[in-house]
């Protein structure tokens, strides 16, 4: 029978060890699998053994891939050692030398390095575009393209993406369309079943939720993600099994996590937009039923001392990440965004007056007192 997506989370785990029957999964905590005799190793390249090295595969790291698979309606998924690696197999499933990726502009920092860098040195031609309308999207593609890329909810101006119509683009030039959810998550959007072929999440952030992991996982179409996680073994940037086992308990609570992230974020959000001290705030609407996310953008520009403000921060934490259950600040000019050339940086409103604020699951109204003691105490005295 199928089950709804609050039960699935928590009921993920495929293993099932016969002879312990402990109640979680437990950490295959090694790097090989012994064989009987030659026959069952044979057993292993007929494709009737699951395991040989950890490297290439291992029952926790295959936990996490299922895991996340299921949750986003995909039919397949594999686990990697961070957002950044699941991201790399995915694209190397996809592109190699001599072809062309379409991304939008407004790509994760790292992200844009990794192709505007690394896939730009292997000979992956990349162009960046403003995925506002998909025209603008048709335009770049060429006889070489074979990838459309961009993420569900962008950062740190959570614009969001029309997954549909890019899907739609993607199918009319037989391209691939990629999609970075991890902003969202499965809670709030799930790009494979409006058309995406590949959905990639770093891990990091809400699938593990606790600040205490980094792991990617890559889900979507199957004869995708089978060449994916070969070139995860060939490039060596297999998750470990303890990582995996932590994502995978950090997974089980993404319903209730979300649930009140997001129920705080939009407080928040409805509380800055009445204050003063405030240029412009960021926080989508209609991302999903269930809510907008839980990311909220603050640009106080001109009004307040970004220095006085990041200082006022009492218990809130300065971090350049997201998505622990702690509530945290992040300044994008300055980490996540550093690498955007300036420039292009300017273009997309990256000021040095954005603030990003990673709404965590506490009391709501400490997060906005939190929030408010810290624009009031830096806010430009008028004269
Ligand atoms: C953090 C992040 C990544 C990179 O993930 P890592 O786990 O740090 O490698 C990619 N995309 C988005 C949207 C992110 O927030």
Request: negative net charge; charged residues 20%.
């Amino acid at each position: 029978m199928g089950k709804r997506f609050d039960t699935k989370s928590v009921h993920l785990s495929k293993i099932n060890d016969k002879t312990i029957n402990s109640k979680s999964t437990p950490i295959y905590q090694t790097s090989a699998f012994k064989f009987r005799d030659l026959e069952d190793m044979e057993n292993f390249y007929q494709g009737k053994n699951d395991y040989l090295y950890t490297r290439v595969g291992n029952p926790n790291t295959d936990e996490l891939g299922e895991a996340v698979a299921q949750l986003e309606g995909a039919p397949k998924g594999v686990a990697a050692s961070s957002g950044t690696s699941a991201i790399l197999a995915g694209i190397l499933a996809v592109a190699k030398q001599g072809d062309h990726i379409v991304a939008a502009t407004d790509i994760y920092g790292g992200t844009y390095q990794l192709l505007a860098g690394e896939l730009a040195d292997l000979g992956i031609e990349v162009s960046f575009v403003d995925f506002v309308g998909s025209e603008q999207v048709a335009d770049h593609i060429k006889s070489n393209t074979k990838l459309i890329y961009s993420e569900s909810v962008a950062n740190p101006l959570l614009r969001t993406e029309d997954i549909a119509s890019l899907a739609e683009i993607a199918k009319q030039h037989q391209l691939v369309l990629m999609i970075d959810n991890t902003f969202a998550t499965p809670y709030l959007c799930r790009p494979y079943e409006s058309g995406a072929d590949l959905v990639v999440h770093s891990a990091t952030k809400y699938i593990g939720g606790h600040s205490d992991v980094t792991a990617g996982v890559l889900a979507g179409r199957a004869d995708l993600i089978d060449i994916a996680n070969q070139k995860i073994g060939n490039l060596g940037c297999n998750l470990s099994p303890f990582e995996a086992w932590l994502t995978c308990r950090g997974l089980k609570t993404l319903s209730v996590r979300m649930e009140r992230h997001v129920k705080n974020a939009q407080q928040l959000a409805d509380a800055l937009k009445e204050n003063k001290a405030i240029q412009k705030v960021y926080y989508p609407e209609h991302v999903s039923p269930q809510g907008n996310g839980a990311i909220v953008s603050i640009d106080i520009s001109g009004l307040c001392s970004i220095e006085k403000f990041f200082q006022s921060l009492d218990w809130i934490k300065i971090v350049p990440t997201l998505a622990g259950v702690e509530t945290s600040v992040s300044y994008p000019a300055g980490t996540s965004h550093r690498a955007v050339p300036e420039q292009a940086r300017k273009k997309l409103g990256i000021t040095e007056g954005l603030i990003r604020i990673s709404v965590g699951i506490e009391d709501a109204a400490d997060i906005i007192a939190g929030v408010e003691h810290a624009l009031e105490e830096s806010r430009h005295k008028q004269g």
